[in-house]
């Protein structure tokens, strides 16, 4: 039986925008408040499932040509690398440090190597997540 | 409050026990869930709650809570959540394998 | 601060995520881990020459000072087995290069192995009690992957059971670390030894001691072994070889660590308690090392009976059986993985895992005979070899200790070890050979080479005791000697 899934497609084909958007907000916020790079992360994946969900697979990875096991390997790469980055500088292991900035048209703004750190953590968590639904979903 | 979470622990390890005993795969799974949660709703009870304070210093608010407790229950929310999942793709590949999901049926070495 | 001790977890880690980018190049994975774990023992060695320079050394992550920010310590008893662990990992790494099938060295083998070693290594050598918990995850996420890795029925339905108990084990370790927050407030494992003193370790407390017991006794296979002979019987040589060698070794660890450094207030409860269970499992391992006949079921039962055995150094509880203890688990960690090797090899060539279906070997592989001869010596305690030493000192210590019980029980289950063992020997290696030698399968050198290290290994540390006395000596001080733990990590 087909199933007709016209509304499911055309709403989260604006909904998926929102969720990336709201993802980007909370991986920002991380840094003050509620948020971060496993949050971002987890909400940035809810997207792929969405698409997931709403279209193929087939569609989705002719869309999305990633491999999203190198996703999670270069995510993990970049915590561990961001963490030993320090070691170089003589400081401890995983040590960060901020400053701030004078950007032209944004003006001051606090810059972090956490952030890199975050990244690392978010592109890690989307790769897993969307490993394992792919895993489970791709021979059914 | 922290009797109230505690109480709730309580009644979650009690869920989680039953279903660890049952013989169905995937309720054994669902029960080793529900038991990481229990242990979370237990860690943060041991942090305290303090009334309604939030983990976080800031200007607005005069008392805070503890945040390791916190800290730690994240942590253990990604490890759990990756062990779930894989738990999962396991028990369903076992499915695909075996085409059954009862444990009583699925005795390993001495019984092959 | 120094950096040197996050290596050995850290160098893994980047080296497992680093190969998974080069999935179609096996040679890069297979050598890129190799030359990973030859590395990693060089750094070991380093660190444990400084250790005895230095005293322990330890690093606050990010600059977060002890007792907040996570740590990491390395005294001598956990750099002596972040060194074993990675020889033998290396060796069980050379040992799959031609054994474990081009299947799995494509789905990812090398970096789930990479992995493990990192855990491995961060359990032995974290700070932090939580962080404990998080090492033994990555550790134990590794070994699911490696257990199902393959994934034959026999495989799939022995790991459902290992799964199901790590994870319920696990969450009964995170509710005991809950009840020491609870109670004490800390997680720094040198600041809890200090509050648990300060308080005299209430019997609130010791209720928890006993919780860390259950929980690392599941891990190990102290007791609660009952998990292990199936799941370490399945995988494939190399994993169930990394498997034995390594990872009850680690709840072994956790055990020594927790009752020599925490809760070693109330020795006539929770050390009693070991000593019980100790002695149980070394008969219950015996019952089963003579039980079956499938060689991969005795090589299991063995490891069951070396945990038996170890912990009755830390039921004990003096330096000299400590010390003992840590020789054998030195010693145990090798010969382990060459007696899974072995047994692995001897059911590569014949095809079988019944010992009555097996006769002769030693006229087709003589090679095979007599290396499983000299670990059946070593795995007894014959000198020169390296079981020797430790089953000594723990004899010494148990009769200092006067306690004659476990001395018997510890003595006797070497007995029967050999006895398990040369059945194996004398039904396997000795009488008329059924393999013509038409249908002999080859035994390349690849497949004997890593075994033949192995043999020299133990030779050499039973030779060379004297040479690692002083190292020994030093963790055996270390961890009756709180004090000197506590004061590495917090100064003042």
């Given at each position: 039986?087909?199933i007709?899934?016209?509304?499911?497609?055309?709403?989260s084909k604006?909904?998926v925008?929102?969720?990336l958007?709201?993802?980007l907000y909370?991986?920002?916020?991380?840094h003050n408040?509620p948020g971060?790079g496993?949050i971002?992360?987890?909400?940035?994946?809810?997207?792929f499932?969405?698409?997931l969900?709403?279209?193929d697979?087939?569609?989705?990875?002719?869309?999305?040509p990633?491999?999203?096991?190198?996703?999670?390997a270069?995510?993990?790469?970049?915590?561990l690398?961001?963490?030993l980055?320090?070691t170089?500088?003589?400081?401890?292991?995983?040590s960060?440090s901020?400053?701030?900035?004078?950007?032209?048209?944004?003006?001051?703004v606090e810059?972090?190597?956490?952030?890199i750190?975050?990244?690392?953590?978010?592109?890690a968590?989307?790769?897993?997540?969307?490993?394992?639904?792919?895993s489970?979903?791709?021979?059914? | 409050?922290e009797t109230?979470?505690?109480?709730?622990?309580?009644v979650?390890v009690?869920?989680a026990?039953?279903?660890?005993?049952?013989k169905n795969?995937?309720?054994?799974?669902l029960?080793?869930a529900?038991l990481?949660?229990a242990?979370?709703l237990l860690?943060?009870?041991?942090?305290?709650?303090?009334g309604?304070?939030?983990?976080?210093?800031?200007?607005?608010?005069?008392?805070y809570?503890d945040a390791?407790?916190?800290?730690?229950?994240?942590?253990?929310?990604?490890i759990s959540?990756?062990?779930t999942?894989f738990?999962l793709?396991l028990?369903?590949?076992?499915?695909?394998?075996?085409?059954t999901?009862?444990?009583s049926?699925?005795?390993?070495?001495?019984?092959? | 601060?120094?950096n040197?001790i996050?290596l050995?977890?850290?160098l893994?880690?980047l080296?497992?995520v680093?190969?998974?980018f080069?999935?179609?190049?096996i040679?890069?994975?297979?050598?890129?881990t190799?030359?990973l774990?030859?590395?990693?023992?060089g750094?070991?060695?380093?660190i444990?020459r400084?250790i005895?320079?230095d005293?322990?050394?330890?690093?606050d992550?990010?600059?977060?000072a002890?007792?907040?920010?996570?740590?990491?310590v390395?005294?001598?008893?956990?750099?002596?087995?972040?060194l074993?662990t990675?020889?033998?990992?290396?060796?069980?790494v050379?040992?799959a290069m031609?054994t474990?099938?081009?299947?799995?060295?494509?789905?990812y083998?090398?970096?789930?192995?990479n992995?493990?070693?990192a855990?491995?290594?961060?359990?032995?050598l974290?700070?932090?009690?939580?962080?404990?918990f998080?090492?033994?995850e990555?550790?134990?996420?590794?070994?699911y992957a490696l257990?199902?890795?393959g994934?034959?029925?026999l495989?799939?339905k022995?790991?459902?059971?290992?799964?199901a108990?790590?994870?319920?084990s696990s969450?009964l370790?995170?509710?005991?670390?809950?009840y020491?927050?609870g109670?004490?407030?800390t997680?720094?494992?040198?600041?809890?030894?200090m509050?648990?003193a300060?308080?005299g370790?209430?019997?609130l407390?010791?209720?928890?001691?006993?919780?860390?017991?259950?929980?690392?006794s599941?891990?190990?296979?102290?007791l609660?072994?009952?998990?292990?002979?199936?799941?370490?019987?399945?995988?494939?040589?190399?994993?169930?070889a990394?498997?034995?060698?390594?990872l009850?070794?680690?709840?072994i660890?956790a055990?020594f660590r927790?009752?020599?450094?925490?809760?070693?207030?109330?020795?006539?409860?929770?050390?009693?308690?070991?000593?019980?269970?100790?002695?149980?499992?070394?008969?219950?391992g015996?019952?089963?090392?003579i039980?079956?006949?499938?060689?991969r079921?005795i090589?299991?039962?063995?490891?069951?009976?070396?945990?038996?055995f170890?912990l009755v150094g830390l039921?004990?509880?003096?330096?000299?059986a400590i010390?003992g203890?840590?020789y054998?688990?030195?010693?145990?960690?090798?010969?382990?993985?060459?007696?899974f090797?072995?047994?692995g090899?001897?059911i590569?060539?014949?095809?079988?895992?019944?010992?009555?279906?097996?006769s002769?070997?030693?006229?087709?592989y003589p090679?095979l005979?007599?290396?499983?001869?000299?670990t059946v010596?070593?795995?007894?305690g014959?000198?020169?070899?390296?079981g020797?030493?430790?089953?000594?000192?723990l004899?010494?210590?148990?009769?200092?200790?006067?306690?004659?019980?476990?001395?018997?029980?510890?003595?006797?289950s070497?007995?029967?070890?050999l006895?398990?063992l040369l059945?194996?020997?004398?039904?396997?290696?000795?009488?008329e050979?059924?393999?013509?030698?038409e249908?002999e399968?080859?035994?390349?050198?690849?497949?004997?080479?890593?075994?033949?290290?192995l043999?020299v290994?133990?030779f050499a540390?039973?030779f060379?005791a004297?040479s690692?006395?002083?190292?020994?000596?030093?963790?055996?001080?270390?961890?009756?000697?709180?004090?000197?733990?506590?004061?590495?990590i917090l100064?003042?």
């Amino acid at each position: 039986m087909k199933i007709n899934e016209v509304i499911l497609q055309s709403v989260s084909k604006i909904v998926v925008f929102i969720i990336l958007t709201l993802a980007l907000y909370l991986f920002f916020a991380g840094h003050n408040a509620p948020g971060g790079g496993f949050i971002g992360g987890l909400v940035l994946a809810s997207s792929f499932v969405l698409m997931l969900l709403a279209f193929d697979i087939e569609t989705v990875k002719k869309g999305i040509p990633v491999d999203f096991k190198l996703v999670a390997a270069s995510g993990a790469l970049i915590v561990l690398l961001s963490g030993l980055g320090a070691t170089i500088l003589g400081e401890p292991f995983l040590s960060q440090s901020f400053a701030y900035f004078d950007l032209p048209f944004y003006g001051e703004v606090e810059l972090t190597t956490v952030t890199i750190f975050e990244t690392g953590v978010a592109l890690a968590v989307v790769g897993v997540v969307v490993t394992i639904i792919l895993s489970i979903s791709e021979d059914v | 409050m922290e009797t109230v979470i505690i109480i709730v622990a309580g009644v979650l390890v009690t869920v989680a026990t039953y279903l660890l005993l049952s013989k169905n795969l995937i309720r054994v799974i669902l029960g080793t869930a529900i038991l990481t949660h229990a242990v979370h709703l237990l860690l943060m009870a041991m942090g305290g709650f303090k009334g309604e304070s939030v983990p976080i210093i800031s200007d607005k608010h005069t008392t805070y809570v503890d945040a390791l407790p916190q800290a730690l229950i994240l942590t253990s929310i990604v490890i759990s959540f990756a062990v779930t999942a894989f738990f999962l793709v396991l028990a369903y590949q076992v499915y695909k394998r075996t085409n059954t999901d009862d444990l009583s049926k699925l005795r390993g070495y001495r019984h092959e | 601060m120094n950096n040197l001790i996050v290596l050995p977890m850290v160098l893994p880690l980047l080296t497992g995520v680093f190969i998974v980018f080069f999935k179609s190049y096996i040679q890069v994975q297979r050598w890129g881990t190799f030359i990973l774990l030859l590395v990693n023992v060089g750094i070991s060695v380093i660190i444990l020459r400084q250790i005895q320079i230095d005293g322990i050394i330890s690093i606050d992550f990010g600059g977060w000072a002890a007792p907040f920010g996570i740590l990491f310590v390395a005294d001598s008893f956990a750099a002596l087995l972040v060194l074993t662990t990675n020889i033998v990992s290396a060796i069980c790494v050379l040992y799959a290069m031609p054994t474990i099938g081009k299947r799995r060295e494509t789905f990812y083998f090398y970096p789930f192995v990479n992995f493990l070693v990192a855990g491995v290594n961060g359990s032995f050598l974290t700070g932090d009690i939580f962080n404990l918990f998080v090492t033994f995850e990555v550790m134990l996420l590794a070994s699911y992957a490696l257990i199902t890795l393959g994934g034959t029925r026999l495989q799939l339905k022995e790991s459902l059971k290992y799964i199901a108990i790590n994870v319920v084990s696990s969450s009964l370790f995170l509710i005991a670390i809950a009840y020491l927050y609870g109670t004490l407030g800390t997680l720094n494992m040198a600041h809890l030894s200090m509050r648990i003193a300060e308080s005299g370790q209430t019997p609130l407390l010791t209720v928890i001691s006993l919780l860390f017991l259950i929980v690392f006794s599941l891990k190990s296979g102290l007791l609660l072994y009952q998990w292990l002979p199936g799941s370490y019987s399945t995988p494939p040589t190399a994993i169930a070889a990394l498997f034995g060698a390594l990872l009850t070794k680690v709840g072994i660890y956790a055990l020594f660590r927790t009752f020599t450094l925490l809760f070693y207030h109330e020795q006539q409860i929770t050390h009693t308690l070991i000593a019980i269970m100790a002695g149980v499992t070394l008969i219950g391992g015996c019952i089963g090392a003579i039980a079956y006949n499938n060689i991969r079921q005795i090589v299991a039962y063995n490891v069951v009976i070396a945990v038996g055995f170890i912990l009755v150094g830390l039921a004990i509880m003096n330096t000299t059986a400590i010390e003992g203890a840590i020789y054998y688990l030195v010693h145990d960690m090798i010969v382990k993985a060459l007696l899974f090797l072995l047994a692995g090899t001897m059911i590569y060539l014949t095809k079988s895992e019944k010992l009555d279906e097996m006769s002769g070997l030693i006229r087709n592989y003589p090679s095979l005979g007599w290396m499983f001869f000299i670990t059946v010596l070593s795995l007894t305690g014959i000198p020169p070899l390296s079981g020797f030493i430790g089953k000594v000192l723990l004899g010494q210590g148990a009769i200092v200790a006067e306690s004659y019980i476990l001395l018997l029980l510890s003595f006797m289950s070497g007995f029967v070890v050999l006895y398990s063992l040369l059945r194996i020997f004398m039904s396997c290696f000795w009488g008329e050979t059924i393999i013509s030698e038409e249908e002999e399968t080859p035994l390349s050198k690849k497949v004997i080479f890593p075994s033949a290290i192995l043999v020299v290994l133990t030779f050499a540390l039973g030779f060379g005791a004297e040479s690692i006395a002083p190292y020994v000596q030093d963790a055996a001080y270390t961890l009756t000697n709180p004090s000197v733990y506590i004061n590495a990590i917090l100064p003042d």
